[in-house]
């Protein structure tokens, strides 16, 4: 095809994708609500950096329990069983926890388990692990020098990522570790050390893979890249048991009330996909949902987090299969097999007429598709991936759908995307999906600043901010669940 004609083709969708957008975006006009409570920090992590508990490990994605605090009172949610589908280090569910509420979380990087798992067993047994983290920062047991040594088992990707002394260091704690008696204890000390990794390392988490400073001898590309400090083990370490120890033995307050972290409610982690764990709940058993899935932004988990998982014993293979488990988000992720098993061929049937009914997302995945065949893309899977996402996104909210009570909130927090200069509303993709889905979306509450809306980014390139949003639906009833939506847009 001459290059005229593949501009004219491309525009030709391009328009179309420009009105089905518009559509769209009438339908859910009146439920787009600017909230002016909402900033970036609170809708990530950042709001938890100095939070007791939710410090000791800093998982970059997640979003701060303050945020959950404001959902639940804004919503007035005060009882009930609560359920995470993306759980990740479990914002949500020690939040609940702490309005003692009962919480399910599902989660399928070990990484999070880990940190949930180890979080739940200190706070069932302080005392326990009061005495054992105390006695480590006196006696500091991986500075002995004739104590066992235990070989951190790397990945390709991680080979070389610690200055030697530090890797010796490191081995000797995990020596030491592995005497420790105590599962509560074991656990939170295995947490202490998970979460300095990066910072003791040469590398930095950065979304699509792990960046590697050059004093560590692998050069990455032509730039220069140099993180800054990198934390001496012992100092690394040492913080990070007193954080610890101080939140989980604070003293009491000036009224004499013990001001311990405490657990109130239930919280239970359920590790692997919810693909396949939704699946196996009962039927209208939870009455709230808040959940963060991965964006819809090449992010790759399995490389950010390459060196926790390799400490914690996960190899090569396992990286794959975690990857192509993952929620498509990533260009390297395949078409997910035996998906009508997993949820039963009537929810796979159902979820494939509610998909294939998406009109902007079909114009969307076509264009994509077109571009990929002319060249255009500057990676062939991005097309894959978009499609993927949104696929798999339907079979996850149909079965919340069911797992959910009538009338039980559904939140969640996401992030809208761009892929060869087309914004892709997500929020209104989804909030569709979940209407035809049964549910009654209530509000997309908007935050006031969005992503890509720097006035350089406007500057240079004419860009629209990309919404950042928290998505409140409703579980449908019997009937709405079965009901068919008025269809939108060119369907009609
Ligand atoms: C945005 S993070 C959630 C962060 C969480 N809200 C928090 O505050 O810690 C998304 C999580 O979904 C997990 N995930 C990806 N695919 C999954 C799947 N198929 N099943 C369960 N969890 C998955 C990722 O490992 C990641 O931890």
Not at 190 to 208: C, F, M, N, P, V
Not at 320 to 334: A, D, I, K
Request: proline share 4%.
């Amino acid at each position: 095809m001459s290059t005229l004609a593949v501009v004219e083709k491309s525009q030709d969708q391009l328009k179309q994708i420009g009105r089905e957008d518009a559509a769209l975006t009438d339908h859910f006009r009146p439920k787009l609500k600017v909230n002016y409570d909402l900033t970036r920090a609170l809708v990530s992590f950042q709001a938890n950096k100095t939070v007791a508990g939710y410090r000791w490990f800093k998982f970059k994605e997640g979003f701060s329990s303050t945020l959950v605090n404001y959902v639940f009172d804004r919503l007035r949610i005060s009882s009930g069983k609560v359920i995470d589908p993306f759980t990740g280090s479990g914002a949500t569910l020690f939040s609940a926890s702490g309005r003692g509420l009962d919480a399910l979380g599902i989660e399928l990087l070990p990484v999070g388990c880990e940190i949930i798992r180890a979080r739940k067993a200190a706070l069932q047994h302080p005392d326990r692990v009061i005495s054992t983290l105390r006695n480590w920062v006196g006696q500091k047991p991986w500075q002995t020098s004739n104590g066992r040594q235990v070989p951190f088992q790397h990945l390709r990707i991680t080979e070389g990522a610690f200055p030697q002394k530090t890797e010796r260091r490191l081995k000797s704690y995990v020596g030491a570790l592995s005497d420790v008696r105590d599962t509560a204890s074991a656990s939170v000390l295995r947490l202490a050390l998970l979460s300095i990794l990066e910072e003791i390392s040469y590398t930095r988490k950065d979304g699509q893979y792990l960046r590697w400073d050059d004093r560590s001898g692998r050069r990455q590309g032509t730039k220069l890249f140099n993180k800054g400090l990198i934390r001496d083990f012992d100092i690394a370490i040492l913080d990070k048991l007193v954080h610890i120890l101080d939140d989980l033995d604070s003293p009491p307050d000036l009224f004499g009330n013990a001001s311990r972290l405490k657990l109130s409610g239930q919280v239970e982690v359920a590790c692997g996909s919810c693909l396949e764990e939704l699946p196996k709940l009962p039927t209208n058993s939870f009455s709230v949902l808040m959940t963060s899935p991965p964006y819809c932004n090449r992010y790759d988990y399995t490389r950010t987090y390459a060196l926790e998982l390799a400490l914690l014993g996960i190899h090569e293979a396992g990286i794959r299969q975690l990857r192509q488990q993952m929620l498509s988000c990533t260009v390297e992720n395949r078409e997910k097999g035996g998906l009508a098993d997993l949820v039963g061929v009537q929810n796979f049937e159902r979820g494939k007429q509610i998909f294939n009914e998406q009109v902007l997302l079909s114009a969307i995945c076509h264009h994509l598709d077109y571009l990929r065949d002319e060249h255009q893309l500057n990676n062939s899977g991005i097309a894959r991936m978009v499609r993927n996402y949104f696929w798999e996104m339907t079979l996850v909210i149909l079965e919340c759908a069911r797992v959910l009570q009538p009338g039980a909130p559904f939140i969640m927090v996401n992030d809208n995307v761009r892929y060869a200069g087309i914004p892709i509303p997500v929020d209104l993709i989804l909030s569709r999906i979940a209407e035809c889905a049964g549910f009654e979306v209530e509000t997309i509450w908007v935050l006031p600043k969005g992503k890509g809306n720097s006035s350089q980014q406007m500057g240079e390139h004419g860009r629209e901010e990309l919404r950042k949003c928290v998505y409140v639906w409703r579980a449908p009833t019997r009937t709405q669940a079965k009901q068919q939506v008025p269809l939108l847009g060119h369907q009609r």
